[in-house]
């Protein structure tokens, strides 16, 4: 059972362009959830969200940023026309329920 | 005033050493995780706890909820024990907040 799994790791992009990071929770996980952590910062969550539902997005910018986790394929968070302040590592975490969390290795944002 | 204040901030110790890590905090909440971040950030989940007291080898964590403080203990510290110790609140069902964490060296 492979754990959470990210992609890509690193992702460079210019100001402008979109950025789509990716989580496949683990299997089973019908759980998942996205934190962003800024350079010197610690982890701020995003998003939490249950197979094709947003449950709560109160940690989300309220422009640019979106999320989905859809019935078949991993969990995707855009980040439309990148700014330098974007660049974070995003962390998707997977639970089989409220509770217990098991953290991907990261996407690391670099905007140019 | 952060809601997850964790204590020290950076820490140094030496092989072999017991290090305790500190972490209060200021919000209901309905589990505490222990969180282990080494160089090149990958997160891995060292404990849940909502009460009591948990072992895993040579690390254990305990909780206080009546005083809102948790501790966690890495007894005959490693130098492959240096990471950033990162204390997180549940507070609800859905959000997690986090403290900045602490960055431990063990020197051989």
């Known amino acids: 059972n492979a754990g959470v799994m990210q992609n890509p790791r690193h992702l460079v992009r210019r100001r402008g362009q979109e950025a789509r990071l990716r989580c496949s929770p683990m299997?089973?996980?019908?759980?998942v959830y996205w934190y962003r952590q800024l350079p010197e910062e610690g982890l701020k969550f995003m998003v939490y969200?249950?197979?094709?539902?947003?449950?709560?997005e109160s940690g989300m910018p309220k422009e640019r940023f979106s999320a989905e986790f859809p019935k078949e394929g991993p969990s995707i968070l855009r980040i439309q026309q990148v700014v330098r302040g974007d660049s974070a590592a995003y962390f998707c975490?997977?639970?089989?329920?409220?509770?217990?969390?098991?953290f991907g290795q990261g996407t690391r944002l670099t905007v140019v | 005033k952060n809601e997850v204040e964790q204590s020290p901030q950076n820490l140094t110790a030496q092989e072999g050493e017991f290090i305790t890590i500190n972490c209060s905090y200021s919000?209901?909440?309905?589990?505490l995780h222990w969180l282990q971040q080494h160089p090149g950030g990958g997160i891995v989940s060292l404990f849940m706890?909502?009460?009591g007291k948990k072992k895993h080898g040579r690390l254990i964590a305990t909780i206080n909820i009546q005083e809102k403080h948790s501790s966690l203990h890495i007894t005959a510290s490693h130098p492959r024990d240096s990471a950033v110790y990162i204390c997180?609140?549940?507070?609800?069902?859905?959000?997690?907040?986090f403290g900045a964490g602490t960055r431990l060296t063990v020197k051989p």
């Open positions: 975490a997977s639970s089989p329920w409220v509770g217990e969390a098991f």
């Open positions: 919000v209901g909440i309905s589990a």
């Open positions: 706890l909502s009460s």
């Open positions: 997180a609140v549940r507070v609800g069902n859905n959000d997690m907040r």
């Open positions: 969200l249950q197979k094709e539902n947003i449950i709560d």
């Open positions: 299997k089973g996980h019908s759980h």
